[in-house]
């Protein structure tokens, strides 16, 4: 290699792989001078230098202040140098890797199956390998050599033999990433996904909510004759996905989440986040699912413990409950208290228009947690609650009246 040569490829290897001169420079001079040190014996004191000449791209070593001559150390210099041009093309091709796939972490990416190696699957990206562990995969899917394979980049490591890239199919954000280059509406973000849960291979929940009232988001998921979720369906190789309707009303959010079983009646927790639900007898299991996955599924979808009863279950543990209480009550005040507790499960703060789970946690916080309380509170005191103006602070304030005025008709 000639030492006009040298600087040529140096000169490339800033342009092309974006690593900056002065450090390969250092790296030749660091390398050709270990070499020299090797070659020649020296005092031990005296430190072997090695300068390249940024004009010419000519190689001095010298051993202390004195220069070392010798017919072998072109030769050595020049072998040297190629190798550290090696390693450094090697170790910025990693890094052009590593930088790419750091980038796409969260998204979707294509490759074909190289090969299986103790259960994992070695995905060939062209540039680089992949790898989908066992813990990443669904049972139900199979592929072969040659397959082409789509999965979610869950992260990038640094490696010595390169930057190894983890895929997963099992994570939930897999199935959402597929809505997402699916539903035209969910990218535009006229569609939003508030929440997503999966037992991978078997069902997948998914809740939707439209910020137009034009769209419906759960028709924009399906598809017209369900193309768009049979695609999604397909791609997971037979996986169930109930495409759920997103409410502010957590009641509601809770039926949608437990469909296709129909719910008698549900009695909320708002400061534990439970609740209980009465179904009829013949929509327990339905509403359990196969080895629990249904109500399983629901309760992380809407973020709440689910109980699950049938109206005898039901009848059971009130009676237990009762029977742990003390004086016992007439049938009289019974009844009265009875008919308070079901104004109180049937109307909340989640009746009023425009409140959501996020509103309702911060007026729970600052006191604020019941009709009662609103109806008597001031716009001040509503307006504490960030995003409250005046005027939605009075309309909720009358609403709430009216709301407690009708149940006292009632």
């Known amino acids: 290699m000639e030492s006009s040569e040298l600087l040529t490829i140096l000169e490339q290897l800033e342009r092309d792989k974006g690593i900056d001169k002065d450090v390969l420079i250092e790296a030749v001079e660091a390398a050709v001078a270990s070499a020299a040190k090797k070659l020649w014996t020296v005092d031990k004191e005296q430190d072997v230098t090695v300068k390249l000449d940024k004009m010419t791209g000519k190689l001095t070593a010298y051993a202390g202040d004195e220069e070392i001559r010798s017919g072998e150390f072109g030769r050595i210099a020049a072998q040297t140098a190629k190798q550290v041009v090696i390693q450094k093309i090697r170790e910025a091709e990693k890094d052009v890797v590593y930088e790419e796939y750091q980038k796409r972490i969260g ?41 082409r394979i789509r999965a979610y980049v869950l992260d990038v490591k640094r490696e010595n033999r390169g930057p190894q890239i983890i895929l997963s199919r099992a994570h939930p954000q897999f199935v959402k990433r597929l809505f997402e280059l699916e539903v035209p509406e969910i990218l535009e973000g006229i569609v939003e996904i508030k929440s997503i849960t999966r037992d991978v291979s078997e069902r997948t929940k998914i809740a939707v909510h439209s910020k137009d009232e034009k769209v419906d988001s759960v028709g924009a998921c399906v598809g017209m004759r369900g193309s768009r979720v049979k695609n999604i369906v397909n791609e997971l190789q037979g996986e169930k996905i109930d495409i759920v309707r997103y409410s502010p009303d957590i009641k509601e959010y809770i039926q949608a989440a437990l469909s296709p079983a129909e719910i008698s009646q549900i009695q909320l927790n708002f400061d534990e986040k439970k609740a209980n639900i009465i179904v009829a007898d013949d929509q327990l299991s339905l509403a359990i699912g196969k080895h629990g996955q249904n109500v399983r599924l629901a309760s992380q979808l809407v973020g709440w413990e689910l109980d699950l009863f049938s109206f005898d279950q039901w009848k059971e543990y009130q009676d237990k409950l009762d029977g742990e209480e003390a004086p016992a009550e007439t049938d009289a005040e019974a009844t009265e208290e009875y008919e308070e507790e079901e104004v109180i499960e049937e109307v909340t703060i989640a009746d009023l228009s425009g409140v959501g789970e996020k509103m309702i946690a911060e007026l729970e916080e600052k006191g604020l947690g019941t009709l009662d309380v609103i109806a008597e509170a001031s716009v001040d005191d509503l307006t504490q609650i960030k995003g409250l103006g005046k005027i939605k602070a009075q309309k909720m304030i009358d609403e709430a009246k009216q709301i407690l005025e009708e149940c006292e008709e009632e």
């Open 107 to 147: 998204e979707i990416i294509s490759g074909s199956v190289y090969r299986f190696e103790r259960g994992n699957i070695i995905i060939d990206l062209i540039k680089s390998e992949a790898i989908v562990p066992r813990r990443e995969q669904s049972s139900k899917e199979e592929f072969k050599q040659g397959d």
